[in-house]
T-cell receptor
């Protein structure tokens, strides 16, 4: 079963707009990561945020983490057509097996 | 894009057959994990190997097995293929203290 759920499941925006995706998870975590996947191919790591961090930036990406609500958000600013992809959050397994538990993903489409 | 290479990229097998998928990791990446991703879903953890020994397993039956070799390559073997095994299989590896690097995956279709 999946630990996380992304919201919305699908998002369509115009180029230049901001895109916000949310992730909720069920158990305690050490860290949460966001990945991008183009056309059902490999996953590209975007950003990792640790449980003691509340916000992190990387280029046009901004990630927030609220451990009290067990939720995270990914903001992509000034979106581009090349940002069209599926985005997944992944949390580490608190039992320590080092596996990552992925959500169901948000499919983002950026229209030129 | 990544230092992890998977082969083949696409594969079609018949129900009941056996399949071996391969992954070549970056030098120094002692940990390798395999994930199954069904269409429209997130990746599901199959198992993980560290220094050639399995040290973690997800909810997959024993007909899913693996091997890791000293040269940083690994295999995922699936016996008695079922239609529901059709999916994208992803390999991910990491070194000590680093994050995971994913390969581009093998698309398996079981007919």
């Amino acid at each position: 079963s999946q630990q996380g759920e992304e919201d919305p499941q699908a998002l369509s925006i115009q180029e230049g707009e901001n895109a916000t995706m949310n992730c909720s998870y069920k158990t305690s975590i050490n860290n949460l990561q966001w990945y991008r996947q183009n056309s059902g191919r490999g996953l590209v790591h975007l950003i990792l945020i640790r449980s003691n961090e509340r916000e992190k930036h990387s280029g046009r990406l901004r990630v927030t983490l609220d451990t009290s609500k067990k939720s995270s958000s990914l903001l992509i600013t000034a979106s581009r057509a090349a940002d069209t992809a599926s985005y997944f959050c992944a949390t580490d397994d608190p039992s320590g097996t080092y596996k990552y538990i992925f959500g169901t993903g948000t499919r983002l489409k950026v229209l030129a | 894009e990544t230092g992890v290479t998977q082969s083949p990229t696409h594969l079609i097998k018949t129900r009941g057959q056996q399949v071996t998928l391969r992954c070549s990791s970056q030098s120094g990446h002692n940990t390798v994990s395999w994930y199954q991703q069904a269409l429209g879903q997130g990746p599901q953890f199959i198992f993980q190997y560290y220094r050639e020994e399995e040290n973690g397993r997800g909810n997959f039956p024993p007909r899913f097995s693996g091997l890791q070799f000293p040269n940083y390559s690994s295999e995922l073997n699936v016996n008695a293929l079922e239609l529901d095994d059709s999916a994208l299989y992803l390999c991910a590896s990491r070194g000590t203290g680093g994050g995971y690097t994913f390969g581009s995956g093998t698309r398996l279709t079981v007919v």
